[in-house]
């Protein structure tokens, strides 16, 4: 899993930017002469014009965080200087929850073929995805059935894609999509690979294939 530490901290500031669409909460750690900012936006990236646009979905997610973690409304968040919180440091940001980080192998590990246990798997109606652990740290093996359009900056469910990774799912595993759960805890195999000279993807061995039930002889 990803590393953090989990610090207790009071909220000294919070100011809004980019025309209140972000907040930043900032909280001090007396001790260390430190602070930790988490930062709540109710845009999401735009890999064209590297800019986070207003997206009305991501907003009322934001408005909820902001209901549950502190009991106010995301405009009259500067109440919420004086606060005590639970706050999850990570190498990168901060959070007011625990987040679920996949890792991504490096070109480094190509190649390499081991055995692992499924911890989670899932249908999120975009993708199937089987998680795994290895050296401590979690990935993620994913058979994606949506598309992403950038003019929308959105996925959306290709039925054909999807239709093709079901079968793909059953031919592999010896089961249906809609019994996914009874992965996990699973042995499984897995391959690094590279997809067209560039993109390191993980691979799950197919099981083995019950044998065929033989036919009764006939006098």
Not at 65 to 93: H, Q, S, T, V
Not at 138 to 163: C, H, I, T
Not at 174 to 180: D, G, Q
């Amino acid at each position: 899993m990803a590393k953090f530490e989990k610090l207790h901290l009071e909220c000294v500031d919070a100011q809004y930017e980019d025309n209140y669409q972000k907040l930043v909460l900032t909280f001090l750690h007396e001790d260390r002469g430190e602070v930790r900012d988490v930062s709540l936006n109710k845009g999401i990236f735009d890999a064209k014009t590297k800019k986070f646009i207003f997206d009305e979905k991501k907003a009322a997610q934001v408005d909820e965080w902001c209901e549950e973690y502190f009991g106010l409304p995301f405009e009259r968040m500067g109440e919420a200087i004086g606060e005590w919180k639970d706050i999850y440091c990570y190498p990168n940001f901060n959070s007011l929850w625990e987040v679920q980080m996949i890792e991504k192998f490096g070109d480094d590990m190509e190649g390499q073929i081991f055995e692992t246990e499924i911890v989670k798997a899932f249908d999120d109606g975009k993708k199937i995805s089987l998680q795994f652990e290895y050296e401590g740290e979690l990935y993620e093996s994913k058979m994606q059935y949506a598309d992403f359009l950038e003019g929308r900056n959105e996925w959306f469910v290709n039925p054909q894609k999807k239709r093709k990774q079901f079968e793909k799912f059953v031919e592999k595993f010896n089961m249906p999509v809609e019994e996914i759960e009874n992965m996990v805890g699973k042995k499984v195999m897995v391959e690094v690979k590279k997809a067209f000279g560039e993109f390191i993807y993980n691979e799950i061995k197919p099981f083995k294939k019950k044998p065929a039930a033989k036919g009764r002889k006939t006098s």
